[in-house]
């Protein structure tokens, strides 16, 4: 009898939470109680944590031991934060609903909202310098993976490719790949390779892990196109079916629910596939065929 | 004779200016040309580049050589800049001029211009870790030292008081100065910081260093009350006088001009006299008095 997915990401969970919490400051020096809580109201809203899952994950399964794991973990899910809040500005996506709680700039107004997501995509960066036990040039790769995964060649750059396809939608999937490979697949394939440059990987098993990243990033944005053309709103935490009335390119919209279906289970099964195999890497298996599977 | 100031900066500017469209995008991966169109627009637009000079003079003075400097001041620029474009914005100053420009959401639309501001606050960031020529450890510190600087207890932190003062206007002198320190002056110090940190000046050195830069962030804003109050937007190349329509606390508004301009002077002066003797340290001691008499 095997515990539940559920039960065995506990402890993980658990530990993000913790150093997020321990984190989210500057040591002595908070600042304004105004923007801390702003930043509180996203960060801590309930959320899946699938990034910081990700990388701890990853860690484990190419046998890192470090502290330092945990405050990536937080850095990562800091920055996620970050990118939800600001997309979800009037000046963006216009969303009033987020992990199941009002948007930031809804419960704090607009210019609260856009200090906070500033103030977590700051701290989210500096953290990584700081991972406890990691050698220095490590945390500067680190810096340079998921920098790289958050900027303009990757969330940034597929947010303002996004803006575009609403004046022009595209119509071939590859096009919809490519604005969610950066927007979504990005700082998922990071957080996996994440995990394995602060483990010091061998380069053979940091690659097979980086694969299982990118596959496993697709297979969420497929699963998340689906949740959004036919989710409840209640699991999910956030406003549906806000896409296909935008006009933008979904994957149900092109390949229809069905085929989106099985695409989605396909990428999971593919990013499955690519692990190395080792009994460790069970839990990243079966996370990649729960992030198809949820409904929220 | 000496040369003019004009003329002994001029080439630290042109390193800075090098340096900037050099590092503006990752290597081989620019994004797509609208946000990058965005981010070009505010970070090319006629800047003084007080903070990457003050970066590179302190380096100097503390007899550093290190390559990566142009890089560190092109990262404090981009970082200032980031902060220059998100405070524009129509839900915080609402401003349409800067720099002898549009600001860049009135050029480029709200999404663009916030996305803009996210991609140089990351690129910036990211780009601390790679200053050529300075040890993994030495680019991990200043990356903490910026990062404080424009985080909740630095610049965020003044945005969020500035914010509050709106509604609540502070009426003592030591309130002003909290949010000038916070808002201006600690990226200001932590330029003179940043230099003297990738030097490796022992820490003496540093210390005075340090004394400098936090006077003159304070005689800097000073300045910029005074020449929001008195100024010609031509030459200052925002919008002015608008401070205290808005009701926010000043110098000239608490102090009244002259004793402003008294207090600008004699905290440049003292900015000046923290200076480690040395003849090297020349410039910056003109910069500080230049900071106060700058009429843009």
């Known amino acids: 009898m095997t515990l539940s997915l559920e039960a065995e990401l506990r402890p993980y969970r658990e530990r993000v939470e913790r150093e997020l919490r321990a984190r989210l400051s500057v040591e002595g020096e908070e600042g304004p109680e105004s923007v801390r809580r702003a930043m509180a109201h996203s960060l801590f809203a309930p959320g899946k944590r699938v990034r910081p899952l990700l990388a701890m994950l990853a860690h484990e399964a190419a046998g890192g ?80 993976v998921i920098g790289r995964a958050i900027g303009t060649a990757g969330m940034i750059g597929g947010q303002s490719l996004d803006l575009a396809a609403e004046e022009n939608p595209p119509r071939r999937i590859e096009e919809v790949e490519e604005i969610h490979l950066r927007k979504t697949g990005a700082l998922l394939a990071a957080s996996v390779l994440a995990g394995a440059v602060a483990a010091g990987a061998p380069p053979e098993a940091e690659e097979r892990l980086a694969l299982y990243g990118r596959r496993l990033g697709l297979a969420f944005q497929v699963a998340d196109d689906l949740l959004d053309r036919a989710g409840a709103e209640e699991a999910a935490g956030k406003r549906l079916r806000k896409d296909e009335a935008r006009g933008k390119a979904t994957y149900p919209g092109l390949l229809g629910t069905e085929r989106s279906r099985a695409l989605a289970a396909e990428l999971a099964a593919g990013a499955a596939e690519a692990l190395p195999f080792d009994t460790k890497t069970n839990l990243l298996a079966r996370l990649a065929r729960f992030v198809v599977d949820r409904s929220g």
Do not use: F, K, N
């Not at 970050?82 to 809804?106: A, E, K, N, Q």
């Open 65 to 144: 031991d470090a502290r330092g794991i945990d405050t990536i973990a937080a850095a990562i899910e800091m920055l996620h934060t970050y990118s939800l809040i600001h997309d979800d500005l009037p000046c963006m996506d216009d969303d009033d609903l987020r992990r199941g709680r009002p948007t930031c700039h809804v419960a704090y107004g607009e210019a609260l909202a856009l200090l906070a997501g500033d103030a977590l995509l700051t701290r989210g960066l500096v953290l990584l310098g700081e991972a406890e036990g990691l050698p220095p040039e490590r945390r500067i790769r680190l810096l340079r």
